[in-house]
């Protein structure tokens, strides 16, 4: 059975760290490319950032410099460190694992950015 399971979020001051993790089983992780996207209220779902199996990653504009997305194949888990956290990072976020025409999604973690 396929499963992302998100763990990390909660609510942090802006300026504030906060480290998600996916912890991913059911499927050869390794192969999968593993991205981050995040859904605010009333917004659309957007990607945030994505590593590849080789480990290159991408990032969406407004996280460059801030986030970092980062793998440990061993454990089947991807990371999103996220620093210098403003309110407008306040959503849910997503972990999904992508291979070819497969998609897999976890079922998020909330983060709230607020004072």
């Known amino acids: 059975q396929v499963q992302l399971v998100e763990s990390g979020g909660g609510l942090v001051q802006p300026g504030g760290s906060l480290r998600l993790s996916c912890v991913a089983s059911g499927f050869t992780f390794s192969l999968y490319a593993m991205s981050w996207y995040r859904q605010a209220p009333g917004k659309e779902r957007e990607l945030v950032a994505t590593?590849?199996?080789?480990?290159?990653?991408n990032y969406e504009d407004s996280v460059k410099g801030r986030f970092t997305i980062s793998r440990d194949n061993a454990k089947n888990t991807v990371y999103l460190q996220m620093n210098s956290l403003k309110p407008e990072d306040t959503a849910d976020y997503y972990c999904n694992g992508a291979y070819r025409d497969i998609m897999y999604w976890g079922k998020g973690t909330l983060v709230t950015v607020s004072s």
């Open positions: 590593i590849g199996s080789r480990g290159n990653t």
